[in-house]
């Protein structure tokens, strides 16, 4: 068991924590109480009595015994002391709540693990209900739920927070973010939230984008956070906050582009083909033959064959066709035993690997047909579509035509906006990669995102609005007049005209 990761245990570096302490006295003044909850070698409590000696109390609590008689160690002589417990056990609204130590601080680094690496090295280092974020169905499934066990921490403690409290911890910033978006989503915002960036790399070597994260127990409306670029008061370099039901990077860019943000759009934006099996779904063509991943020459018919473009093929705003992908139904749900009538030899190449397929281990498949794919649907086949790649930070756009008359599919890491024509896609296409749009996306991703384009995002732009913005609003209206068999874009346009 690899125990420093089970624990998420980076010991902060004493110097580190005297700069937070001293940045917390000019933020929010001296506490009445310190409290350290996964207080390790005990750093921050160590620092603070050197701050603070006699005028405040001192409260450590950690789980890894040795860590514990290191701490009480390095405090002998102070009044400082350190309990052994388990954070997932104890009553924190109980701990927190001091009547006459009002001013409570949780000073702190809390461990820097997911729940999905506890998963991995088999620990039971969780909270008992860990989809505390609520997540439901296919997000739960599909990986949202991943969650640092820092962030269920957090939001356990600033619920537990009296309103004279602070809390000033060390952690992600995309953790942080996502504390404060789990209380601005109920419409329970903290006062003075902020964000004060610290190099990882230097101070933990871990390279992630982390902070120190400040916040206290006072409840306000307004849901926007300060963003520093170091420890330093002096080095505000923006705001991010909650509008419109979703996360803003920056407020400031946001205000010129908002018009933009509607909320619901005239098309929808898909993901691409899942099937969790691409040496068996996926081909190469070598002249006329299609290649496997495992390398065999397959011979099936072409009828379920389609061109592919992978995240690769399109992240760099190329669009290359190199592969092509066996997609076995039309609507999700759809029987697939219709292939061994249609297409025997397909059939019986899935029947040849329906062992593999059948072991595929995500639990969407399960109780479907076999050999079931997902993301799949009449979209899936429009002729020209204009996609991105969910997997770069750049944001390119792409125009997909059609590869020998027939559409072209895209990979699930891959978001597309079906089009009924190619004027239509060039259309959408130049829209997307116009200026207005990227400054409009720009606002709201995160710099340190590593993918930055969800399709949560792509659906809040609006096109009426960027078309009517670029003078193009009446070639969008025309085009869309033309969809007659889109009558829903069609009754949405006319509502939102
Ligand atoms: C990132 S380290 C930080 C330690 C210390 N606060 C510091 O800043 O140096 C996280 C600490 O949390 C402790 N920890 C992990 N799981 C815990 C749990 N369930 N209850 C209490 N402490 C825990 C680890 O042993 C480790 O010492």
Redesign the pocket.
Known sequence: MNTKKE??????PVEL?RRVVSLVEERIGIPDLVI??????G??LLASVQQWDDQVEYEG????DS?VAAAQESLKGTTAKVYQ????VEDWKRILARPKLNRVLVL?????VTNSDLGQLGSG?LPEKSNHLGLKGMDARTGKSNFD?AEWMLVRLIEALPEHGAIAM?CKTMTARRVLRHFWKAGSGREGSELFRIDAKSEFDVAVDACLFVTTGKQTQTCTAKVFSDLDTTSESARFGFINGGLVSDIDAYRKREKLDSGSSVYTWRSGIKHDAAKLMEFTRNGDQLINGFGESVDIEEDYVFPLLKSSDIGNGKNTIRKAVLVTQQHTGDKTSGIAHRAPKTWQYLMRHAEALDQRKSSIYKNRPRFSIFGVGPYSFSQWKVAISGLYKKMSFVLVPPSNERPVMVDDTCYFVPCRSQAEAKLLLHLLSSEASAEFFQSLVFPDSKRPMTIDLLRRLSFVELARELGRLEELQALTKERTDHGQVERQLQLVM
């Open positions: 624990y998420g245990d980076f010991q902060t924590a350290e909850p996964n207080a390790g070698v750093a921050f609590y950690e789980i890894n860590y417990r388990d954070f997932f702190g680094n809390p461990p820097w280092n066990i060390l």
